[in-house]
Nanobody, 113 residues
Framework: QVQLVESGGGLVQAGGSLRLSCAASDRTFSAYAMGWFRQAPGKEREVVAT????????YYAASVKGRFTISRDNAKNTVYLQMNSLKPEDTARYYC??????WGLGTRVTVSS
């Protein structure tokens, strides 16, 4: 079982930046594609960004493309989500997942207007 712990969420003004981190407990971290999802109140969980096991391939939802960057450090068993130019509509709980098999508990991001 892979345990994932997200951190880095918080309250930020529109236009600001946050960097989320997700630390994995398992040494097989580099075997998993990793992803960030988010869920806003009253809405379904949606994909934000994904990254292949060795970082060669990334995917971004249209709503965050050009503003968010996903990256990973396999030596540290950690995946990151750099979020720039944040908008109020980015407000949500952000979840880290390992190949959609394992999920963290999430970290809350609130963007004020």
């Amino acid at each position: 079982q892979v345990q994932l712990v997200e951190s880095g969420g918080g309250l930020v003004q529109a236009g600001g930046s946050l960097r989320l981190s997700c630390a994995a407990s398992d040494r097989t971290f580099s075997a998993y594609a990793m992803g960030w999802f988010r869920q806003a109140p009253g809405k379904e969980r949606e994909v934000v960004a994904t990254i292949s096991p060795h970082g060669a391939t990334t995917y971004y939802a249209a709503s965050v493309k050009g503003r968010f960057t996903i990256s990973r450090d396999n030596a540290k068993n950690t995946v990151y989500l750099q979020m720039n130019s944040l908008k109020p509509e980015d407000t949500a709980r952000y979840y880290c997942t390992a190949s959609m098999l394992w999920w963290g508990l999430g970290t809350r991001v609130t963007v004020s207007s």
